[in-house]
């Protein structure tokens, strides 16, 4: 049993004694202990203050006697005010030393068939051009989201919904058509998704310049300036080319869609690659091109039971005053759908697939006021979970150039960022001479490693609400809050893991509880127990960032007890092997803390 567990148990059982009240343990408020104070968990006992009838200091110390005589992991207390400082017994920290070293899983909970299912949703990709640097912060996001949400007990879901149709699409088809000249990802040397990409930077360029030289010419026939602009997106020959193409496509021009089938195919082995070397990966994958029809159902059934309503033009929508909000559209006049519509066909494809106890979408903030709408309708339509579907809302991030643009051809690309980390990784590794004594293909692997480590962990480790600006030269540091930093460790802890094997030192199954313990090893034991409480946390709030700064925190802790005290040369043998013990497990935990944010760590480095 946990030690805040028993001390919780002997409170309920210290009230019922003294007096004569049952109490639930929710009630038992347990914290670590001010650094300023003697004491490993401090006990607050204002609630008990009307059944005890005494003095803060009166019930502290009346509670403390009890605890003392009563519960053995108590050794001592001190109290202050209204807060009972309780000194934890030597054995105690060694049995829960015991209980981490004994459980390779340490800090993860067990899943089973009976578990409720979390759906999360990320990454949402266009067809029509590569993943950039916000793709990236998503990816990783939702990564490290659905691994939380399993290690708290859930079954999980990882799916993505590729935006595969639309007049983004056809734009980039169109500009092949005109200016490609039947290239190929084959014959250009180019990745699928980069290739169509660049057409879909093509388009903006040759649209830009019809634009404006259209826009001259009605000036020049006595237009104002804001009337040329006008009248030139009306009249623009390209942009009708391309809702042609698009009016093509929904009535199923099979010229069309085949174009449309063979650039999402190049598109989709682009994607693929770009996936597998973050690390990330999805266990079902919808496609707007097929559930925007399921979506038109949804709205058509929902405008038949009275949920929305259709305007003269031949419009439906959906009217939700009573929430405080304005009306909202579902379906065009013409019949066409709209984002909305095509996510309430997703949901619905969904629940027929899976039996949801919990949907998470992870999307940017400036879609706040789509889910807040989505999550209405998708409750007015039946669906038991959308009332609390969780918007896991994020900032944008940037880098110290600015914003980027996929139009302009301006994005940071997700496949260059990544490569230019895992350069970066190599030539830090090579400056501070970590690559000695090593292969070649051990120096690829750990600057992989270590390059997408730092990468995942800079994003990672910021509150995910927040904008962020990515430094890539301050995230690939050895030192401080990185990743680098936290790997680093691990593969000493491991060098030294190793150092006492080669010198026939074998840790003991179990540790015996009368090993020496001074304040900083105590200290340690304590950090690791608080793992699952944080992991917990996590995920209650949503929060990698959570995680990420934990692992921070203990590698921090370890490195500066590995600076205070000596481990294979610990003055005792049986010092040595507590310091060893605590050395594994502090590398399990991290090893295991970072696997929850998708980062890899190195044996060695």
Known sequence: MKIEALISAAVVAAVKECYGQDVPQAMVQLQKTKAEFEGNLTLVVFPFLKMSRLKPEDTAQQLGDYLAAHCQVVQSFNVVKGF?????????????LNRIDNDPHFGLKTVHEQSPLVM?????????????????????????LSKIME??????????????RGIHICKSMLAWQK?????????????????????Y????????????????????????????EKRAKEESPLMKEAHDMLVRWEQGDEEVRALWRKMNDWVYQGFDETYKAMGVGFDKIYYESETYLEGKAKVEEGLAKGLFFRKPDGSVWADLSNEGLDQKLLLRADGTSVYMT????????????YPIDQMIYVVGNEQNYHFQVLSILLDRLGFKWGKELVHFSYGMVELPNGKMKSREGTVVDADDLMEEMVSAARRTSEELGKFADMTESERNEIARIVGLGALKYFILKVDARKNMLFNPEESIDFNGNTGPFIQYTYARIRSIMRKAEAEGIVLPTVLPDTLPLN????????????FEAVIEQAGKDYSPSGIANYCYELTKDFNQFYHDYSILNAESIEAKTLRLALAKNVAKTIKNGMS???IEVPERM
């Open 201 to 228: 930077v093509a388009f903006d360029q040759h649209y830009r310049a019809e634009l404006a030289e259209l826009t001259a010419k009605l000036k020049a026939e006595g237009m104002t300036d804001e009337e040329a």
């Open 120 to 144: 999360v949703e990320y990454s949402s990709p266009n067809t029509n051009k590569p993943l950039h640097l916000g793709h990236v912060r998503n990816n990783l996001l939702g990564w490290s």
């Open 151 to 164: 290690a708290n007990g859930n079954r999980v879901v990882k799916t993505n919904i590729v935006n595969d």
């Open 596 to 598: 929850l944010l998708g």
């Open 84 to 96: 009972l400082n309780l000194v934890i017994a030597p054995a105690a920290w060694i049995g829960l």
């Open 342 to 353: 095509q996510d309430i066909g997703t949901a619905a494809l969904r629940f027929k697939d």
């Open 519 to 530: 304040e900083k090893e105590v200290q340690i034991i304590q950090k690791l127990n608080s």
């Open 179 to 199: 200016w490609g000249n039947g290239a190929t990802p084959e014959s250009t040397g180019k990745k699928g998704d980069h290739l169509i990409g660049d057409y």
